[in-house]
């Protein structure tokens, strides 16, 4: 079956998509509202302004990769065109690997396409510890039922793959909580390959969905562009510089952009905005750009089982348990999500840590391999207070994070509840992804090995593929970068609208929460700017 291109049939038809690498001389734009960065929040505000009749202006330092790239279904080739610094981005420190998009479409192009709401205890702890007005469970309600309506979020109706079913079959047996993820997808083939970018169209990023209706309505995008400065007049951005990259995606090609706008929106993710707000020195009164920047950070163990898993077949992410989400003495350690990854062959070697011929006998039963990960909840004690994002001398974003006593004794919790889940389903040996683990056979086995394994960097795997945090909302500006609806606290015509405005770390995979909040402040923000828009006009 022949997969249109959207964006080959859409340029066709008079899109004004850009490539920077092609430029040959500098070039000046303006609009009404540019948007830097189309991941979750950007692609969601873009269409929004777009649709309410602003001259909008998309700008993305990654390349436009689209289904007539992803039909390789290559992992290879995916890492290293779509993800950020190929996969190479990690804490400053390298202890924790950081997957994370870089391509028209953001991560929402790679993600797994688990989509679920805020829990009502992280909005709660939002209102009452960080002050953020206006988004408790009852009011982001109608926000999250627009966006899952826009998205075609709805619980996975197939049977989960052999993978995500070990994990419902352990929660059945030992009684815990376990329920279906909602996933973003419209007409999904339930191939396995989200990570690599859908081939299909199935899956509705912002690269499938609502860039493409920004486009529509005559909104402009520029790829190949890394936006470096903001420039400020008093309590105003006058415009912004940026380079253009070259074919790569990774020089600069010697070609510079500046962007003259009447309203700023800044969405490049976590990591991203505050570095390109601290390049700027955006007035920062009370020194919280860049602070509070969290992560769920990810550990994992692996089970043999004794049926055919093939897990990267299927639907990535299909079951997940909160049964230790929400329940526990919080003061010793942090709660948690369980899901699984997918089985990729690539992304399970680099987590299992080995090398050599532990790496090839560990490996060598893929095919009945089993991977549970565990999401540690990030930014709800005093003891787990995230990190803080950076600039070097070259302007480059670095994250400084440190995994305290508490985030330790949170991983060691979810190591053992992982492992004794994979014998409760049946495993025949089980490890963890540990430097100093071994394969055991028995829970009874596995369980003094767990309690006695040294919890430190570098001995123990950790990654994470949500980044939160870093320019929170709050309407206290001694504790926040923007209020809730988004807006700087000092800057008059700059806004903040993605998941680097989280308070905390959200407790589940983050994408929806991006979604339903950038709804609303784009909205908001769309109805602020109309009538100057108008008068204008």
């Known amino acids: 079956m022949a997969i249109n291109d959207i964006y080959t049939d859409g340029i066709a038809s008079g899109w004004d998509v850009r490539d920077a690498s092609t430029f040959t001389a500098p070039v000046t734009l303006e609009a009404d509202v540019?948007?830097?960065?189309?991941?979750?929040?950007?692609?969601?505000?873009?269409?929004?302004?777009?649709?309410?009749?602003?001259?909008?202006?998309?700008?993305?330092?990654?390349?436009?990769?689209?289904?007539?790239?992803?039909?390789?279904?290559?992992?290879?080739?995916?890492?290293?065109?779509l993800y950020q610094e190929a996969t190479g981005r990690a804490t400053s420190d390298g202890a924790i690997a950081i997957l994370q998009g870089r391509s028209v479409g953001g991560t929402t192009t790679v993600n797994w396409t688990s989509s679920f709401r805020t829990p009502p205890e992280t909005l709660k702890h939002w209102a009452d510890a960080h002050g953020v007005k206006d988004w408790s469970a009852e009011a982001s309600k109608p926000w999250f039922d627009n966006r899952t309506e826009r998205l075609g979020i709805a619980p996975w109706a197939a049977p989960p793959n052999a993978n995500n079913a070990v994990l419902q079959r352990a929660c059945e047996k030992l009684g815990w909580e376990h329920h279906v993820i909602p996933r973003n997808v419209r007409g999904c083939w339930n191939s396995g390959y989200c990570g690599y970018g859908c081939p299909v169209n199935a899956k509705q990023s912002m690269l499938v969905s609502t860039i493409p209706e920004a486009l529509k309505a005559k909104g402009t995008l520029v790829h190949h562009l890394s936006v470096r400065k903001l420039v400020f007049t008093g309590d105003k951005v006058t415009s912004l510089h940026a380079v253009a990259l070259d074919s790569s995606c990774v020089r600069p090609a010697g070609v510079t952009v500046t962007v003259r706008a009447r309203h700023f929106v800044v969405a490049g993710g976590a990591i991203n905005n505050p570095a390109l707000l601290?390049?700027?020195?955006?007035?920062?009164?009370?020194?919280?750009?860049?602070?509070?920047?969290?992560?769920?950070?990810?550990?994992?163990?692996?089970?043999?089982?004794?049926?055919?898993?093939?897990?990267?077949?299927?639907?990535?992410?299909?079951?997940?348990?909160?049964?230790?989400?929400?329940?526990?003495?919080?003061?010793?350690?942090?709660?948690?999500?369980?899901?699984?990854?997918p089985i990729n062959p690539l992304l399970t070697a680099a987590l299992f840590g080995r090398i050599g011929g532990e790496l090839a006998d560990g490996l060598a039963n893929m095919?009945?391999?089993n991977a549970m990960l565990a999401l540690v909840r990030d930014g709800f004690h005093d003891q787990s207070v995230g990190g803080t994002?950076?600039?070097?001398?070259?302007?480059?974003?670095?994250?400084?994070?440190?995994?305290?006593?508490?985030?330790?004794?949170?991983?060691?919790?979810?190591?053992?509840?992982?492992?004794?889940?994979?014998?409760?389903?049946g495993a025949a040996r089980v490890t963890p992804a540990h430097l100093d683990g071994v394969w055991a056979t028995?829970?009874?086995?596995?369980?003094?090995?767990?309690?006695?394994?040294?919890?430190?960097?570098?001995?123990?795997?950790?990654?994470?593929a949500h980044i939160m945090g870093g320019c929170a909302m709050g309407e206290d500006a001694k504790q926040s970068v923007v209020k809730s609806d988004g807006a700087h606290h000092q800057i008059e015509n700059l806004s903040?609208?993605?998941?680097?405005?989280?308070?905390t770390s959200i407790g589940a995979n983050p994408q929806l929460s991006i979604y339903a909040l950038a709804a609303r402040n784009a909205t908001a923000l769309a109805a602020?700017?109309?009538?100057?828009?108008?008068?204008?006009?």
């Open 367 to 369: 095919k009945n391999l």
């Open 528 to 537: 602020r700017l109309k009538p100057a828009a108008a008068l204008a006009a």
């Open 442 to 464: 028995s829970w009874a086995e596995a369980k003094p090995q767990l309690e006695a394994l040294a919890y430190k960097k570098f001995r123990l795997a950790v990654a994470t």
């Open 389 to 425: 994002v950076k600039i070097d001398d070259a302007g480059n974003p670095i994250l400084d994070y440190e995994i305290t006593d508490y985030l330790f004794a949170g991983f060691k919790q979810a190591l053992l509840r992982m492992t004794e889940a994979q014998f409760a389903a």
């Open 34 to 81: 540019v948007i830097i960065g189309t991941g979750a929040g950007g692609g969601t505000t873009a269409e929004i302004l777009a649709q309410a009749g602003l001259k909008v202006l998309m700008l993305e330092e990654g390349p436009l990769k689209t289904a007539a790239n992803f039909k390789d279904m290559n992992e290879g080739r995916a890492y290293a065109e």
């Open 278 to 341: 601290l390049r700027s020195n955006t007035p920062d009164p009370h020194g919280r750009i860049g602070q509070r920047t969290f992560l769920h950070p990810v550990v994992l163990t692996y089970a043999v089982m004794p049926e055919a898993i093939d897990g990267w077949y299927g639907a990535p992410q299909s079951v997940a348990s909160d049964h230790f989400q929400w329940q526990g003495d919080f003061d010793k350690s942090p709660g948690f999500k369980l899901e699984v990854p």
């Open 496 to 503: 903040v609208i993605d998941g680097s405005v989280f308070p």
